[in-house]
């Protein structure tokens, strides 16, 4: 089972596996910064503000290489999640640091003037995310926004192993209703799961 953009009334819809790929082969990932930017963002699953706010020591050790894993304390719920780098992002925020020769105090993923070394703001992540929507082809970017970054790995992660529990503990959700609702699972799809482990 794919993952598809469907959405519930308000929410932002997340990108699909084939929108990852035009995405990755367009020249809206020129910069170092943004294609780290998009790599961390899909599988990290963070909430734009999260992600921003993430500094280079947040994701290195004491040696500099980037972690597997990643342990951040959320600023909505006050929790700490845990995430996964993936091997793109890994390579990807390597390059950045390097090519930026960014210091582990400082942000990771900074506002288009380099000397201010200021974090980048929510607003400025939007048009990226508007950007990366257009190159994956939609003439409505309308219905995506920096949530659409956070919902497309889980959404692919329920897709494959239907694992609600998992896919709430990648987002730091206190209630699996809440999950089921941002997944858009609805009583046909429950039932659709239950045809195919029928006894």
Not at 13 to 36: C, E, G, Q, W
Not at 65 to 79: A, N
Request: aromatic share 6%.
């Amino acid at each position: 089972m794919a993952c598809v953009n469907r959405i519930a009334y308000g929410q932002k819809a997340p990108f699909t596996a084939d929108d990852v790929a035009a995405i990755r082969k367009s020249r809206v990932l020129s910069s170092t910064r943004d294609r780290a930017l998009f790599e961390l963002a899909i599988s990290s699953a963070l909430r734009s503000g999260d992600l921003l706010s993430l500094t280079v020591s947040d994701v290195t050790n004491a040696n500099g290489d980037v972690l597997r894993d990643v342990r951040k304390v959320q600023e909505k719920t006050g929790g700490a999640v845990r995430f996964n780098v993936s091997e793109a992002a890994r390579v990807a925020l390597e390059v950045h640091i390097k090519h930026h020769s960014i210091a582990p105090d400082q942000p990771l993923f900074f506002a288009s003037r380099l000397k201010a070394r200021r974090p980048m703001t929510t607003r400025a992540f939007q048009v990226l995310v508007k950007a990366w929507a257009d190159a994956a082809g939609y003439r409505d970017t309308s219905r995506f926004a920096g949530h659409s970054t956070r919902r497309t790995m889980p959404c692919h992660a329920y897709a494959h192993s239907r694992d609600v529990v998992a896919v709430a503990k990648l987002l730091g959700h206190s209630t699996l209703r809440y999950t089921t609702t941002y997944l858009n699972v609805d009583e046909s799809a429950a039932l659709a799961v239950a045809r195919e482990c029928e006894l």
